[in-house]
């Protein structure tokens, strides 16, 4: 009758696990600062500056011929004190004196992002390639990239070659999704 003491261990782990306290909400008792604790302690930190952020642009699927749609991962660094991310990045290209601002994706949702220092956050840029030359294609040589709420951008090289325009150059045929938890 082994099975009748390991069901029981089993059932005693179970409940015990369900007993406790996920900090999802006041449960009544007394000492319980229910949601309130929880939410000015997530109020109280600070959205992330790019002064305290890496970024890694690519490596990208880059799109090798016009028409072709390519996805550039960037990858951002909090080396920072704990912050936020909420949002979109702030994104925009440029080739000589034109630039562009990259829309937001709008079939995605973007969720709030708490980072530790260490912690890694994501975004995916996508385009298509527009041809070499052409009146509707901005030949893009910079990629500007800012966080949500600032005004301060940090400046990458763009080597994916150029991007067609939705109809003219001033408005590229590209979108970026929202900020998502990335590595482990």
């Not at 008792?29 to 309130?36: E, F, R």
């Not at 912050?83 to 702030?90: A, E, I, N, R, V």
């Not at 901005?138 to 109809?167: E, N, R």
Request: glycine share 14%; charged share 15%; proline share 7%.
């Amino acid at each position: 009758m082994r099975a009748l003491p390991i069901a029981v261990t089993v059932l005693a782990a179970a409940l015990a696990l369900t007993s406790c306290d996920g900090g999802s909400g006041d449960s009544g008792s007394p000492g319980k600062s229910g949601d309130t604790a929880g939410s000015a302690k997530k109020a109280a930190v600070a959205a992330c500056a790019i002064g305290d952020t890496g970024f890694q642009v690519g490596p990208a699927n880059a799109a090798t011929a016009a028409g072709d749609t390519g996805n550039i991962p960037v990858t951002l660094t909090n080396k920072g004190d704990r912050c936020t991310l909420k949002g979109f990045p702030g994104l925009s290209v440029e080739a000589g004196g034109t630039s562009a601002k990259i829309p937001a994706d709008e079939s995605a949702a973007p969720e709030e992002l708490t980072l530790a220092e260490g912690d890694t956050a994501s975004f995916t840029i996508t385009y298509v390639r527009g041809a070499e030359g052409d009146a509707k294609t901005l030949a893009v040589k910079t990629l500007k990239i800012a966080l949500p709420g600032a005004d301060t951008a940090q400046s990458f090289p763009w080597s994916y070659g150029p991007v067609a325009g939705k109809g003219s150059a001033s408005e590229p045929n590209v979108s970026v999704t929202p900020f998502q938890h990335a590595g482990d």
